[in-house]
Nanobody
């Protein structure tokens, strides 16, 4: 079981930037970020392969968020720019085991979640 530890959430204003980090105990095939608001299903945000990059983004964050990895530290980052109130959610990192990076069923381990709140 991969252990994931997230950090970096917080309260910001619309238009601000924030970076989330997720340290993994070991690498699998890919890492993803999902987010969830109360009463809604967990939503795919971004994902990236440890080897060769190959990032993917949801349409709602494309051009504003950037996912990256530090393969020495086994850490994945989510740089969030031009934040909007609708980005408010609990953000989860996850370790993927194969298949579609957009499908939450292809992730085995999940971080504890980081609250991101964007005020208008």
């Amino acid at each position: 079981q991969v252990q994931l530890v997230e950090s970096g959430g917080g309260l910001v204003q619309a238009g601000d930037s924030l970076t989330l980090s997720c340290a993994a105990s070991t690498r699998t095939f890919f890492m993803g970020w999902f987010r969830q608001v109360p009463g809604k299903e967990r939503e795919f945000v971004a994902a990236i392969r440890w080897t060769g990059g190959g990032a993917d983004y949801s349409e709602s964050v494309w051009g504003r968020f950037t996912i990256s990895t530090d393969n020495v530290k086994n850490t994945v980052y989510l740089q969030m720019d031009s934040l909007k109130p609708e980005d408010t959610a609990v953000y989860y990192c996850a370790s993927g085991i194969g298949g579609s990076m957009r499908d939450a069923r292809h992730y085995r381990s999940w971080g504890q979640g980081a609250q991101v709140t964007v005020s208008s």
